[in-house]
């Protein structure tokens, strides 16, 4: 087992194809596959499963991942300290519902980086992606809430794909509204409050279930609402319809519309939120996704 070889595999799992990583390290796809079946033969797993719509990563090769990038990792620091090389670009990928303090969280990460070069994605997207992300390893990290609601749902399929939550923080009910909005003056607001005003919504695509709705009191019925499918949209309509969002009621005005306030919800019933990241178990996680998590968990109620 050589240290090119490690670099091999995750530039595979990178571009998620081998023709790809090789076209992209400038060797040719047989002399990249016969390198990494002669690991595979070596370590006797197999780290990627083949077939006709391309290549995966097996258990054995996700577990196998997770050491190779600390190896590769650690090499990279040592060039760098003592052989004075340019650094490896560096990767992290984050999957998140729509909030602006997970991204607030991502620009802090990439401020504190010091890398020369990296090659990072964040992710806003529908709850079920953020979950496949996850388990397939697209992303190391996901954001997203549990509540009382689909807290049996979403834990089922969590534990169905070996995948961990961890709970960062806990937020009463709250909502968006525009400054404008003639429900700004209020010190909370009602349900009944909201009912002649449009409540805007992210849509979940082919997941279309209540239980991976970003919004909580997903199955009450409403007389005007809107799908959308980005922050900036749902924002806009916000100010421009007077409409309205449900959400965990952190704002930060550094990246969200100065021309949005958040005001609590009065509910007959406990509709409390629980944010937090999910892992994958069959992993270990890189640096940058542990320096992402600690600046995620920095953001409280």
């Keep these: 087992m050589t240290l090119q070889q490690l670099k091999y595999v995750l530039k595979i799992v990178e571009y998620r194809s081998i023709s790809q990583a090789a076209k992209n390290i400038y060797i040719s796809q047989p002399a990249l596959s016969n390198s990494v079946n002669d690991l595979e033969k070596e370590l006797g797993i197999e780290i990627f499963s083949r077939n006709t719509k391309g290549i995966s990563l097996t258990p054995e090769g996700a577990e196998f991942l997770s050491y190779a990038r600390q190896v590769v990792e650690q090499s990279d620091l040592l060039e760098k300290r003592y052989i004075n090389k340019e650094p490896l670009r560096q990767i992290c990928s984050v999957s998140t519902q729509h909030?602006?303090?997970?991204?607030?969280?991502?620009v802090n990460l990439v401020k504190k980086t010091g890398a020369r070069e990296y090659d990072f994605t964040l992710r806003e997207t529908r709850t079920y992606e953020i979950i496949e992300d996850v388990r397939n390893l697209k992303s190391e990290v996901g954001v997203l809430y549990i509540n009382d609601f689909n807290k049996k749902v979403i834990e089922k399929i969590l534990k169905e794909n070996h995948l961990?939550?961890?709970?960062?923080?806990?937020?009463?009910?709250h909502v968006f509204i525009s400054k404008n909005n003639p429900l700004s003056k209020k010190k909370f607001v009602t349900l009944k409050d909201l009912e002649e005003?449009?409540?805007?919504?992210f849509e979940q695509g082919d997941y279309n279930s209540f239980y991976f709705s970003e919004e909580i009191l997903s199955t009450i019925s409403r007389k005007k609402v809107i799908h959308v499918s980005d922050r900036g949209t749902l924002f806009n309509l916000l100010i421009g319809l007077n409409g309205y969002t449900l959400c965990s009621g952190i704002i930060t005005s550094d990246l969200n519309d100065t021309q949005i306030l958040s005001l609590p919800l009065k509910t007959d019933s406990n509709e409390d939120m629980t944010v937090g990241y999910i892992t994958n178990e069959q992993t270990n996680l890189s640096h940058y996704a542990k320096l992402y998590i600690e600046e995620l968990s920095k953001f409280k109620i």
């Design 164 to 173: 961990k939550f961890t709970p960062v923080f806990t937020a009463s009910p």
């Design 197 to 201: 005003y449009p409540f805007l919504c």
């Design 99 to 106: 909030y602006a303090f997970a991204v607030n969280a991502f």
